[in-house]
């Protein structure tokens, strides 16, 4: 299992990239589509909302368990993208106009580091677990 493997030692490889985002994918992916099949049922939508607030502080957690496994190869694309997510959730939390702004150019930079990360665990990933729902 990846996170005995990183617990224990940080391997960087393509097999524990892949399984630390599989593990990591689904696990986001579960949260936000119970928020919104609560939003759907006619649960509390401010709940909902709360929580989708909280993506990028997920995406940072994910993106720093991804950063401790990435191949050398993909790295650089990860680490800019754990950096822009956690200069989102600054300025989140900070709630000026000017942070907003800055988060919005944030995530146009990292926009190239996205779509590295997504070819390379398009190439070297199976991602048909993504499909099943």
């Known amino acids: ?40 049922a006619g649960g509390n939508p401010f709940a909902s ?7 990028p502080a997920d995406l940072q957690v994910m993106f720093q368990a991804l950063d401790k496994v990435a191949p ?9 993208m754990l950096e822009a997510m ?4 600054q300025a989140m939390n ?3 106009l000017s942070s907003a702004l800055g988060g919005l150019l944030i995530g146009l930079e990292s ?4 779509r590295d990360i997504n070819d390379y665990l398009s190439q070297h990933c199976d991602l048909s677990y993504m499909h099943d729902n």
């Open 111 to 114: 926009s190239g580091a996205e």
């Open 94 to 96: 900070s709630l000026s």
């Open 86 to 89: 956690k200069q989102q959730q």
């Open 72 to 80: 050398d190869d993909i790295e650089p694309s990860v680490n800019q």
């Open 49 to 55: 909302l709360l929580m989708l607030m909280q993506s």
């Open 1 to 40: 299992m990846v996170a005995g493997l990183t617990a224990c030692g940080d391997t960087r490889s393509t097999e524990a990239f892949c399984d630390t985002f599989k593990e990591r994918a689904v696990q986001f992916h579960d949260k936000y589509t119970a928020a919104d099949q609560q939003v759907t």
